[in-house]
């Protein structure tokens, strides 16, 4: 699952990019510095793995990841090729959710592409170009279904009618809540840019960065986009990116002088997780405990296949206990004697946190 890192030009992209996947993306003053995407996995942040190696004292721990994808600026006319529009857009097709980084401080030395902040005139150009350039692929495939629809095609009848559902809600003449999941599924070919689910990473100077709710800048942009229905993320990049190189005894020292509760970075990792709907479940041993991701309702059985293809193939059942079980009392061999583990089917919809010990045959 990947996240595309989008904005305009030179607003803190590649700098967030580089806090996040400890990758040095190029840097730059000026707009267009990053052409080609940079691709990075980032660890999941988890407690609870911490708190299972308490218990298992394992030579191994693996952290769930997700993938970000550094994308170049958009800049207005995108959508008609302004600026490299068109691959730029390109790469934002292949994202499944999109961190829209907006600049909310003023600094005479970091050029803006406009001239001059402001936030939701920023975020009105991105999400604009989205549009524009959705608006005219469904053009384009309304008239090829319309003559298959014609000649009683019923598989392209149903896309036409989704398409038009689809483009009334990118023209916002209509709230997304008209389609179906019907709906979704006949367009889901087309990875539209405007539906995409989207999280949005306010990038606060270092002097506002402990009380974002002093920023002017950030209160607009947070009624923007709270009205919107989606979340939003106060983080400073520069601050980030020097905290990656501390220990965490370092870290945690830095951001109590700086006056911030938790890394930025942290909470845009763990709402991202959340954004592409995707949920964790371990396997716990004496030789590693492993974070796997699986997305919300996945079953026991593809939850089995993410481990490995031969136990999705040969599954039998799953020996089941929740997180919260585990760490009460203390491992397994109690939980046995408690009866707290359980023996589900491959039909079980795996939980948030569940341990699964998987029964296969090879």
């Known amino acids: 699952m990947k996240l595309g890192i989008v904005g305009l030009p030179n607003v803190g992209k590649s700098t967030l990019f580089s806090a996040l996947t400890n990758y040095n993306a190029d840097v730059g003053n000026y707009p267009f510095c990053t052409i080609e995407p940079n691709i990075g996995v980032v660890e999941v942040p988890d407690s609870r793995i911490e708190e299972l190696d308490k218990i298992v004292h394992t030579k191994k721990k693996v952290p769930a990841i997700i993938e970000f994808v550094d994308i170049a600026g958009l800049v207005k006319g995108a959508s008609k090729g302004e600026g490299l529009g068109n691959q730029f857009l390109s790469n ?82 209509e709230d997304k809540s008209i389609l179906t999941e019907e709906d979704l599924k006949n367009i889901k070919n087309y990875n539209f840019l405007s539906l995409k689910p989207v999280i949005y990473a306010a990038n606060l100077s270092e002097d506002d960065i402990a009380n974002p709710e002093g920023s002017e800048y950030y209160l607009k942009l947070k009624e923007y986009v709270e ?48 954004l592409l709907g995707l949920e964790t479940f371990f396997t716990v041993g004496e030789k590693e405990i492993h974070a796997w991701t699986i997305k919300k309702g996945s079953t026991a059985v593809e939850a089995a296949g993410k481990i490995h293809s031969d136990m999705a193939k040969g599954f039998i059942a799953a020996e089941v206990i929740s997180y919260e079980d585990f760490i009460k009392v203390g491992g397994y061999a109690k939980a046995k004697e408690l009866g707290l583990i359980r023996l589900e089917g491959k039909d079980y919809i795996v939980k948030d946190g569940d341990i699964l010990v998987i029964r296969f045959n090879v």
């Open 227 to 274: 009205k919107k229905g989606a979340k939003i993320i106060a983080i400073c990049p520069k601050i980030e990116l020097e905290l990656r190189d501390l220990s965490p005894e370092e870290k945690e020292e830095f951001l109590k002088e700086l006056g911030i509760k938790e890394s930025g970075l942290k909470q845009l990792i763990r709402e991202s997780y959340d």
């Open 92 to 173: 934002i097709r292949e994202v499944d959710a999109i961190v829209h980084v907006v600049r909310c401080f003023d600094d005479p030395n970091v050029v803006h592409v406009d001239g001059s902040v402001d936030p939701i005139r920023d975020v009105e150009v991105i999400e604009t170009e989205l549009a524009l350039a959705d608006l005219e692929i469904i053009e384009r495939s309304k008239s090829k279904l319309e003559k298959k629809a014609k000649a009683k095609d019923k598989e392209a009848m149903k896309i036409y009618e989704s398409l038009l559902k689809v483009e009334k809600v990118i023209s916002q003449e």
